[in-house]
């Protein structure tokens, strides 16, 4: 059975940083996309940044220069690294994984990111 495991979550004042990190158990996804999506109260889930079996990456505009993606694949796992919070990256941030059929497959159960003004 896939689980992804999200981690690292927390209460941070706006401008400093949070690392999370997704741990996949149950299958190796060193060939396959892996990401993060968030999802603020009240709104929808959106997308937050992605990484390629090759380490290309993409991300949202909101969170570019601030957030960066990165994957170890021996360890099967996906981090997160946020810097210079601002108060609305404040959300629920789910890991994902394997795109198939135009749609993520796999996710996680989400680890809280508070950022306080």
């Known amino acids: 059975q896939v689980q992804l495991v999200e981690s690292g979550g927390g209460l941070v004042q706006a401008g400093g940083s949070l690392r999370l990190s997704c741990a996949a158990s149950?299958?190796?996804?060193?060939?396959?996309?892996m990401g993060w999506f968030r999802q603020a109260p009240g709104k929808e889930r959106e997308f937050v940044a992605a990484?390629?079996?090759?380490?290309?990456?993409n991300y949202a505009d909101s969170v570019k220069g601030r957030f960066t993606i990165s994957r170890d694949n021996a360890k099967n796992t996906v981090y997160l690294q946020m810097n210079s919070l601002k108060a609305e990256d404040t959300a629920v941030y789910y890991c994902?994984?394997?795109?198939?059929?135009?749609?993520?497959?796999?996710w996680g159960q989400g680890t809280q990111v508070t950022v306080s003004s």
């Open positions: 994902t994984a394997e795109i198939r059929d135009s749609k993520w497959n796999y």
């Open positions: 149950g299958r190796t996804f060193s060939s396959s996309p």
């Open positions: 990484i390629r079996w090759r380490s290309n990456t």
